[in-house]
């Protein structure tokens, strides 16, 4: 197991550092994007490139680089909506997202506003559908990236903090314990599954406010 996966770290770690922290941040930025966003695991792209973190600088780097790509993803779907408006959801690539989860989000930005773009950033689907959707609506950006920036930072500090922690953990543990493999699968599925109930009972306790309409005013949404 050791050997296995110490080869596997040493792959990752053999991309140019520069390289795979440009990735990293154009995954997040597609993962962040309409219609793109709902195949591109950029999740999955960052915990990767994490794991390959040696140095403060390079911790550092990743951090802004997936925090730069998602807040530039998402002001390219508030962009998208703010110019196209209504011809984005009513489009051919639009429609296969499916009338139901456009009217979710459109929902969940009537009700919520800005809380909406704070907490769908970690929400499947939304997280692509609510930034073009407040680009529709008459929420300014400065609002919308002063919502979305926190949630930006918390999402790529979870995961670039726990890839790198957990790879650098690991390779400490690597020559004196022959088991050590398996606690950092163990700790790589016990995050996975973390993130994945996190969002089960985020969707629990917000699903009341997609599932039913505003007012249609993006600017009167209760915020508290």
Not at 20 to 30: H, K, V
Not at 33 to 41: A, E, T, Y
Not at 42 to 61: F, K, N, R, S
Not at 150 to 159: K, Q, T
């Amino acid at each position: 197991m050791n050997e296995v996966l110490l080869w596997v770290l040493d792959l990752v770690r053999s991309v140019d550092p520069l390289a795979r922290t440009l990735l990293a941040g154009l995954g997040i930025f597609l993962e962040t994007s309409l219609l793109v966003g709902l195949i591109v695991p950029g999740d999955t792209i960052v915990l990767v490139a994490a794991t390959a973190v040696e140095t403060p600088i390079q911790y550092a780097g990743l951090l802004v680089a997936v925090i730069v790509g998602a807040l530039g993803g998402e002001s390219i779907g508030f962009a998208l909506g703010r110019f196209f408006g209504p011809k984005i959801r009513d489009s051919r690539l639009g429609a296969r997202i499916g009338v139901r989860n456009w009217q979710r989000a459109a929902n969940y930005v009537d009700r919520r506003g800005g809380i909406a773009v704070f907490v769908s950033r970690f929400l499947p689907v939304l997280h692509s559908l609510v930034p073009v959707t407040v680009g529709m609506s008459n929420m300014p950006y400065r609002r919308f990236i002063a919502w979305t920036t926190p949630a930006c930072v918390l999402w790529a500090f979870a995961y670039v903090t726990f890839g790198s922690v957990a790879a650098v953990s690991y390779r400490e543990l690597a020559n004196s314990l022959h088991f050590a493999g398996y606690l950092f699968v163990g700790a790589v599925v016990l995050f996975v599954i973390g993130v994945f109930v996190v969002k089960k009972l985020i969707e629990r306790s917000e699903s009341r406010h997609w599932e039913r309409p505003g007012d249609g005013d993006a600017m009167t949404m209760d915020d508290d």
